[in-house]
């Protein structure tokens, strides 16, 4: 309980000295990276061990964890049930390059939940879930060009780390060198929530093959995709033969259990999954109709494989965080509440010093902008006051409370964050507005 923890900060000496040491052995000193702080400045830390809602640095200091691992930990650090299924697993060996009955469990859980999904494949990322659904729809229509979102990330695969574009639907750009332009030519670009953009793109090339799109985003804070957009973009693809993709790596079984299908009324054609997939172990999967997915090798002509693919180990912790989901349906709405008291608290918090936000919860996800006006795309995401925030999130960490450290992330509840944690970052951020804006 947080009453009875005396928050302190530390010394993060610890962390600066395995930074620096990092640094000279890892690229940027991390292996993703959004973990460098750069966004938010400071010294990123190095983590000890985590603990139901908590994670311990080297250096000691303990903080109420709003990251969960970027999503994956719904039910937190060390779950008892997730944990086992871990070990037992282990105990029959860590790896097969074979089918194992746990693949075809988990598929069966997965299907079970989502009405778009009639066959599932696994991978062992969102980016390579990712990569083979476009793999796919080209595959099955025999078409070339896609259509993403600004703001929208998919992974780092080299068709889809394309630049924003001004709000104009435009073919694609690298925005990192070591990707040819001849890779990113077949992406067109359109602006989130905004379906004349979209159809620009359809004007613009009839050799479309599929729309992908993240239907509640995440990776620009969290930017849910209007109803009547999704309905939009459905009928457009609809009307020129082109697949629609729904990217929940993050939101899937986050904003609800059964897919943002359910409560948008949208069904994709195909869905990748990712995150709380695979209870914190690398699990990703993308699956579909089944006459698409009948496009995929051995079955079709469509190849993907991958040497850790459904992974025993893996596949033991995505069944025990599934199953005890399905089980406990209730908890979504349950850290909903949560979440939304949360963000209106800590919003009532901020507007009590003049500060102005923007916040919005699905499910356990939650996200907030300090902007004066809604989010509704990238472009809105990025008029909110980075400087504001990375304030914010330097003080939030010294009172004890570790949020994703890039205004351009999700936050996420887990069952281990009680109500009592919740009101004691509410009052945290009250001292820290108050910090603020005294100067």
């Known amino acids: 309980m947080t009453k009875n923890i005396k928050v302190i900060y530390m010394s993060t000496d610890g962390s600066l000295k395995a930074f620096k040491e990092a640094q000279q ?30 994670l311990s640095d080297i250096d000691g200091n303990k903080y109420v964890d709003f990251v969960q691992s970027w999503g994956p930990l719904i039910f937190g650090h060390r779950d008892e049930s997730i944990e086992n299924a871990v070990i037992e697993a282990v105990k029959h060996g860590l790896s097969f390059g074979a089918p194992t009955q746990a693949e075809s469990d988990l598929a069966t859980l997965v299907i079970s939940m989502f009405d778009s999904i009639d066959k599932i494949r696994f991978v062992s990322s969102g980016t390579e879930a990712v990569m083979s659904a476009i793999r796919l729809a080209r595959g099955y229509t025999g078409r070339n060009d896609i259509v993403k979102f600004t703001g929208c990330y998919h992974g780092h695969s080299d068709s889809l780390l394309v630049q924003a574009g001004s709000g104009a639907a435009t073919f694609g750009n690298p925005s990192s060198p070591g990707v040819p332009a001849d890779f990113t030519k077949h992406t067109l670009l359109a602006e989130y929530n905004n379906i004349e953009s979209v159809k620009k793109c359809f004007a613009d090339s009839n050799d479309i093959a599929c729309v ?3 239907p509640i985003a995440g990776n620009m804070g969290l930017v849910p995709a209007d109803k009547e957009f999704l309905h939009e973009l459905r009928e457009l693809c609809d009307k020129n033969g082109t697949l629609l993709i729904f990217d929940e790596v993050m939101s899937g079984f986050r904003a609800t259990l059964n897919g943002a299908e359910s409560i948008t009324g949208v069904k994709p054609d195909i869905v990748t999954l990712g995150k709380v997939i695979g209870g914190g172990m690398p699990v990703g999967a993308f699956g579909g109709r089944a006459d698409i997915m009948a496009k995929l090798s051995p079955e079709g002509p469509v190849y993907q494989a991958g040497t850790l693919s459904g992974n025993p180990v893996a596949m033991a912790a995505g069944l025990a965080a599934i199953s005890k989901l399905k089980q ?84 996420f509840i887990s069952t281990a964050i009680t109500d009592e944690m919740i009101e004691d970052t509410i009052k945290a951020a009250a001292k820290v507005f108050k910090e603020i804006t005294n100067g």
């Open 212 to 214: 992908i799109i993240e």
């Open 328 to 411: 406990n349906a209730q908890v979504i709405s349950v850290l909903n509440e949560r979440a939304k008291r949360l963000v209106e608290g800590i919003k009532k918090e901020a507007q009590t010093c003049g500060i102005a936000m923007q916040i919005d919860t699905r499910g356990s996800m939650f996200g907030f902008f300090f902007n004066e006006k809604p989010v509704k795309n990238f472009a809105d995401a990025c008029n909110s006051d980075a400087e504001l925030f990375a304030s914010f999130h330097s003080k939030m960490l010294r009172e004890g409370f570790y949020f994703a450290c890039s205004l351009y992330e999700t936050g």
């Open 25 to 54: 052995l890892i690229p940027g000193g991390v292996n993703s990276p959004v973990r460098a702080f750069s966004s938010v400045g400071g010294t990123p830390l190095f983590i000890a061990k985590g603990e139901g809602a908590y």
